[in-house]
């Protein structure tokens, strides 16, 4: 799991991933859903399944938590990973597909299992490094920096995509480096997705002809989600999906599911946080107008400051820490936004899980009812 020790550079003694007296059981619950999800649909009680549970997993090593690992991504136990493991050891499946949708890489788990031509595992996810110095902590690169080409010995497929701060700013906020490696996708945002889900997912899925079709369900490319923007100096957005192209992936990877598999697909809900919410117009306005009279001019926030609780003597050293670990591009996405859980505006997050649910249930006549939903997001 992830830990702190002296040996370890102070940039690497800061993680994100906490552990709690209640985080056991409740990690153990959402593994359990996924398995449970897995013997509905492969003993043909239901068609397919989506598990709602938190916390996510797909960060998440053989072991669980990673070892001395800056970030785990709040992931415990490999949810999907668990699913697909019951699936062919309880099950006897031969054949089981992971699709990987979440903006971050997801943990390669499938390198630990010893059977590989047993899984198929996909992922389409933002890439991008860069180095702003020659100094270890002036490295950036979007969590968790992996996933940047294929393994076809081991069935593992990687689709980086180039994020919005490469294709419209260039450097992505005065940063210097390329945007990505060799096999990124074309492009960027959502033609880069979709795209990414026609040329390489599904000729790939429909050959593999799986049993079972896994998906690590992440709505964090959501438009605005503070979960694919990168937060050195400013807030730059990495992605632009909308509810109609998480319905759109739903639907492309659920065909498949009907011709390869009597449609048994199950989706587990990995990453997604919301977007900061603007401030209301008299408050910036009340904002403008305080600023002028006292002297200058300044920016109203775009959230609502961070409640903050008082502070101790040897809280400086933490600061530090993190301020460390946020110069590789590790930072807490809620943190970094100024604002607490609460001030996330969760309507596009809602908009897009609902559309994906929408098209598992009924794919080929959920259209008109999704159009509806990306039209007010």
């Not at 499946?93 to 198929?120: C, F, G, H, N, W």
């Not at 110095?133 to 969590?143: D, R, T, V």
């Not at 497929?157 to 450097?171: E, F, S, Y």
């Not at 200058?296 to 933490?318: I, K, V, W, Y």
Request: with cysteine; proline share 6%; aromatic share 6%.
């Amino acid at each position: 799991m992830c830990t702190t020790t002296d040996a370890l550079p102070r940039a690497l003694q800061f993680c994100d991933t906490s552990f709690s007296s209640g985080s056991l059981r409740a990690a153990r619950r959402a593994a359990g859903a996924v398995t449970a999800a897995v013997d509905a649909v492969v003993s043909g009680r239901y068609r397919n399944a989506f598990c709602a549970v938190r916390p996510p997993g797909h960060h998440a090593g053989p072991n669980g938590l990673l070892e001395a690992a800056v970030s785990c991504g709040f992931c415990i136990f490999n949810n999907v990973a668990v699913g697909a493991l019951h699936a062919l050891e309880t099950h006897g499946l031969e054949k089981v597909a992971i699709v990987d949708t979440d903006v971050s890489a997801p943990q390669e788990i499938v390198r630990a299992y010893r059977q590989p031509s047993k899984l198929l595992f996909y992922s389409v996810h933002l890439f991008d490094k860069e180095h702003e110095g020659k100094a270890e902590e002036g490295m950036y690169e979007f969590f968790p920096g992996s996933g940047a080409g294929d393994d076809t010995a081991l069935n593992i497929i990687n689709v980086p995509v180039q994020p919005l701060w490469r294709a419209k700013g260039g450097r992505g906020g005065g940063g210097r480096g390329r945007g990505g490696p060799p096999g990124v996708a074309n492009g960027s945002g959502r033609a880069a997705f979709r795209e990414a889900i026609t040329a390489r997912l599904l000729p790939a899925l429909r050959a593999f002809n799986p049993q079972l079709i896994l998906m690590s369900s992440g709505f964090d490319a959501v438009e605005g989600d503070v979960g694919n923007a990168k937060h050195a100096r400013h807030s730059h957005a990495g992605c632009d999906l909308t509810p109609s192209d998480y319905a759109w992936i739903t639907e492309r990877v659920q065909e498949v599911a009907d011709m390869c598999c009597e449609g048994r697909l199950v989706s587990v809900l990995e990453g997604g946080y919301g977007r900061p919410p603007l401030v209301p117009p008299e408050e910036r306005r009340n904002s403008r107008s305080s600023n002028t009279s006292g002297g200058g001019a300044a920016a109203a926030p775009l959230a609502a400051p961070l409640t903050q609780s008082p502070r101790s003597s040897d809280e400086g050293a933490e600061d530090k820490d993190k301020a460390a670990a946020a110069s590789r591009g590790y930072q807490h996405p809620i943190e970094s936004t100024g604002g607490d859980a609460q001030t996330l505006d969760r309507s596009g997050l809602a908009d897009a899980v609902a559309a994906h649910v929408l098209a598992l249930v009924d794919p080929y006549r959920y259209v008109g009812v999704c159009r509806g939903i990306a039209a007010v997001s």
